[in-house]
């Protein structure tokens, strides 16, 4: 079993910057790709970006250069720093991951808002 924590969400102005953390205990040991999400109110949650054990990393074409994922096995962690940030970057951010096994846990999410 594993879970995930969600950290380091809040609100921020337009072109600011935040970083979010996932913090992983519990069965880390065959995490394998690792993965943000977002939900937008009233939305469906939508993929971000998305790092694997190798740290081969993909983006949503609407964060794509502006938001990198982070990954440290030894801390069990993954971030994601969002930069530039727009209002409509404004969504609960879900850390998702997967085991070897096929297995898939998330986090409870982050509220992020970009507002001035």
């Known amino acids: 079993q594993v879970q995930l924590v969600e950290s380091g969400g ?3 102005q337009p072109g600011g910057s935040l970083r979010l953390s996932c ?3 519990g069965s880390v ?11 937008r109110a009233g939305e469906q ?3 971000v970006a998305s790092i694997t054990s190798t740290n081969n990393r993909d983006y949503a074409d609407s964060v794509k ?3 990198m994922i982070l990954r ?10 969002m930069d ?10 879900y850390c998702n991951a997967d085991n070897i096994a096929g297995a898939t846990y998330w ?3 982050t509220q992020v808002t970009v507002s001035s």
């Open 65 to 67: 250069g502006r938001f």
């Open 72 to 81: 440290d096995n030894a801390k069990r962690k993954m971030w994601l720093q």
């Open 107 to 109: 986090g409870q999410g």
């Open 10 to 12: 809040g609100l921020v």
């Open 84 to 93: 530039r940030l727009r209002p409509d970057d404004t969504a609960v951010y």
């Open 45 to 47: 949650r939508e993929l």
């Open 29 to 39: 040991f065959d995490l394998n790709t690792m993965r943000w999400y977002r939900q």
């Open 23 to 25: 913090a992983a205990s």
